[in-house]
């Protein structure tokens, strides 16, 4: 069967992938260099790894099904989902381990609904979901660390400790909204019951504000990947998309 949808043609590359022909070729280029595209022992893959990276985006840019997809390509439903379970973990973003002295880094957490029960609570949205802690350079707007999805119904105090996010961030400097009170981050300055702030700290939370937005910025555009809207994967599924959606983001933003 031959499939509609292939990467050798480059007008199907960006809609499917929210990257430029260019960027999604470092990307391929980058994949190989880190052994995606190795031999495996049984049967060799029908596709092409251009192609087998094209279904993953497109299945997490898309949110289709993967029996959507699969005809699309010319494959079945069962080759898709093997595509998606072997390529998407590699598709992972390579969180940085050090950073200069001077970094500064923004962390927040954005919910994700999630089918998969046994990893989701109802959160304040009264659905299932994961809470995913997403750390950002606050000079580049890249992402550069994703913590491992917790319970939606956690609060993100906990939510930045058990996701493993504070371990990759270290000492590095990191400002946060005012949902991470003793943990050490840089927070806006509380209002004192029954007073206000003084001016100074009143302009220090207005700048504060307007550099932790650029997080929320960056939800807005990994949200455009349709899988963060409602996450059909089960197990570590949801964490695996996260961290290949944030590469993608990245790639969008650099190449």
């Known amino acids: 069967m031959t499939g509609v949808i292939t990467a050798s043609e480059q007008s199907w590359i960006a809609p499917f992938t929210g990257l430029?022909?260019?960027a999604f070729g470092k990307l391929i280029t980058m994949l190989r260099?880190?052994?995606a595209d190795a031999v495996r022992p049984g049967r060799p893959w029908s596709l092409s790894l251009e192609d087998r990276t094209l279904l993953v985006a497109a299945y997490w840019r898309t949110n289709l099904t993967l029996r959507q997809l699969a005809p699309l390509f010319g494959i079945s439903k069962s080759t898709a989902d093997r595509v998606v379970d072997h390529l998407g973990p590699l598709l992972a973003l390579k969180q940085r381990q050090r950073f200069r002295k001077d970094t500064v880094l923004i962390v927040d957490g954005t919910l994700v609904p999630t089918r998969d029960h046994s990893i989701a609570e109802k959160s304040k949205n009264y659905r299932y979901s994961t809470n995913h802690q997403v750390v950002i350079d606050a000079d580049t707007r890249l992402v550069v660390a994703v913590g491992r999805p917790v319970p939606g119904n956690r609060n993100d105090c906990k939510a930045w400790v058990e996701s493993g996010a504070k371990a990759a961030v270290g000492r590095t400097t990191t400002i946060a909204d005012g949902g991470y009170p003793g943990t050490g981050l840089v927070i806006p300055h509380r209002r004192p019951a029954g007073g206000e702030l003084c001016q100074w700290k009143q302009e220090h939370n207005r700048s504060h504000k307007q550099v932790r937005a650029?997080?929320?910025?960056v939800f807005a555009r990994m949200k455009t990947w349709k899988i963060l809207r409602d996450c059909r994967l089960k197990g570590d599924g949801v964490h695996?998309?996260?961290l290949?959606?944030?590469?993608?983001?990245?790639?969008?933003?650099?190449?």
């Open 20 to 22: 430029s022909p260019r």
């Open 33 to 35: 260099c880190e052994g």
């Open 214 to 217: 650029r997080v929320e910025h």
């Open 240 to 242: 695996h998309a996260m």
């Open 244 to 255: 290949g959606i944030a590469r993608l983001h990245n790639l969008s933003q650099t190449a």
